[in-house]
């Protein structure tokens, strides 16, 4: 197992934007209609940069093995390799041991693990979980099958209707029988930017663990789960400039040692009888069968990239950007803004509608000028039913985008409403 003492040094770089473009060679592409690609769904997904790209082709081209198995040379290499993003993700998320380390899918698949291998062993019927109504469907949906199967009992910390969470109820939300408080950090759907303090302070005064989606935080932000205090964290890899299928669960060491396996197979025991079997130790109980081992070395690389341009730097940047987008596409005749009014508690994320315009209409005009934004729900519905709106449009910025780009946006939408015939 690699150490993150024995981790090679990322050398910090200025917060070069042109430069940073120039990583990305897929924001150089044009769309169908041949108007320059801005893309603006980086909450969807992120672009990849050359240096991700390279280390998916040096691996399969250089060590491509199974992992934990041989002794040749490859696969000690990939063995190897994989540890390395291990401990590289570790460091990055401020975790004190790579072994809390676990590699899932994406961040479904970590709150599903928990949700198996925590929850079902240790909650009974009575036990409450709270979650809040600014939650992604994937921190929304495990936990109300657990209910229907379990009997466990399902709180929301409701939404105020500028998109932050009523802080005043979560005293009397999460209570002594509350097990275990699983919340965002930051909503896809709004970008309202969670304080988890106020909620980490609660649920720790009740005794109730705290499991972070970090879908939203960990690619934008500085994130250390010890200053957070919490004890689980969920978030994608393809968020944050890695490829798609691969994510990571970090849980307390304690926590992960006392829960049962998710899936059982290869790699995730120690022996195995006819009759019965034993569990390998964390992190590999977890990762049964032969993992994404490219990917996760591409992950590697990518927390190399953020960590280089400096997780601060990402949330001036994005701060700066989403400032701009608020001031820009509140001049739009027609346009209102969802959530919270100022760019300091919000993430690099502005949901919008556009006055008598469905946003599906939205969308497919701004993609015809090169816009690429999401339309839709979201996977967060409970946020648009409190809204009662059906959809909303949403720009997401990322470490890429600029001014220049928002200005598109913008110009995009003063066009789409005379399109439609909205009143000035
Ligand atoms: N949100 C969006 O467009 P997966 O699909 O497992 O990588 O991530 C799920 C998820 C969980 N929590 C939050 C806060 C999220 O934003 C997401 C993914 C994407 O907003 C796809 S729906």
Not at 42 to 70: C, K
Not at 166 to 187: F, K, N, P, Y
Not at 214 to 229: I, R
Not at 234 to 263: C, N, Q, T, Y
Request: glycine share 8%.
């Amino acid at each position: 197992m690699t150490s993150i003492a024995g981790l090679p040094r990322v050398e910090h770089l200025p917060y070069d934007i042109a430069r940073i473009r120039r990583d990305f060679p897929i924001l150089k592409r044009e769309v169908a209609s041949g108007a320059q690609l801005v893309y603006l769904d980086n909450a969807a997904t992120s672009q990849r940069p050359v240096q991700v790209l390279a280390e998916i082709t040096r691996f399969y081209r250089d060590h491509n093995a199974n992992i934990h198995r041989g002794v040749h040379t490859l696969s000690v290499e990939a063995t190897e390799l994989y540890e390395q993003a291990r401990a590289k993700v570790a460091r990055f998320i401020g975790a004190s041991d790579p072994r809390e380390i676990i590699f899932t899918r994406n961040t479904t698949e970590a709150i599903n693990l928990v949700a198996h291998s925590w929850a079902r062993k240790f909650l009974k019927a009575g036990d409450e979980v709270v979650v809040s109504e600014i939650e992604h469907h994937s921190n929304i949906v495990p936990w109300q099958m657990l209910r229907d199967e379990r009997g466990i009992v399902l709180k929301y910390i409701p939404m105020l209707p500028d998109g932050t969470l009523d802080l005043d109820a979560v005293q009397s939300i999460i209570t002594e029988r509350t097990r275990l408080v699983a919340i965002t950090a930051m909503s896809n759907a709004l970008g309202t930017i969670v304080p988890l303090d106020v909620i980490v302070a609660r649920a720790k005064a009740v005794g109730a663990l705290v499991l972070v989606d970090g879908a939203q935080s960990v690619p934008h932000m500085p994130v250390d789960v010890q200053a957070l205090d919490v004890d689980f964290l969920a978030f994608s890899g393809h968020k944050m400039l890695a490829p798609f299928g691969i994510g990571v669960l970090w849980g307390r060491m304690a926590l992960l040692e006392s829960m049962d396996p998710f899936m059982g197979g290869g790699d995730m025991i120690l022996t195995v009888s006819m009759e019965q079997s034993t569990w390998a130790d964390v992190p590999a109980k977890f990762e049964a069968g032969t993992p994404n081992v490219g990917d996760a070395v591409a992950l590697g690389a990518a927390v190399d990239y953020l960590s280089a341009l400096g997780m601060d730097e990402v949330r001036r940047h994005e701060r700066e950007i989403t400032d701009y987008a608020l001031r820009r596409l509140a001049d739009v005749p027609g346009v209102s803004i969802f959530g919270v009014p100022d760019a300091e508690h919000r993430g690099g994320v502005v949901s919008f509608e556009l006055e008598g315009v469905h946003p599906h209409d939205i969308g497919q005009v701004l993609d015809t000028k090169g816009v690429a934004i999401r339309t839709g729900h979201h996977c967060a519905q409970p946020v648009m039913l409190a809204l009662n709106v059906p959809a909303t449009a949403r720009a997401s910025f990322y470490i890429y985008n600029t001014t220049a780009e928002v200005d598109a946006l913008a110009s995009g939408l003063e066009e789409v409403g005379r399109f439609f015939g909205v009143r000035k």
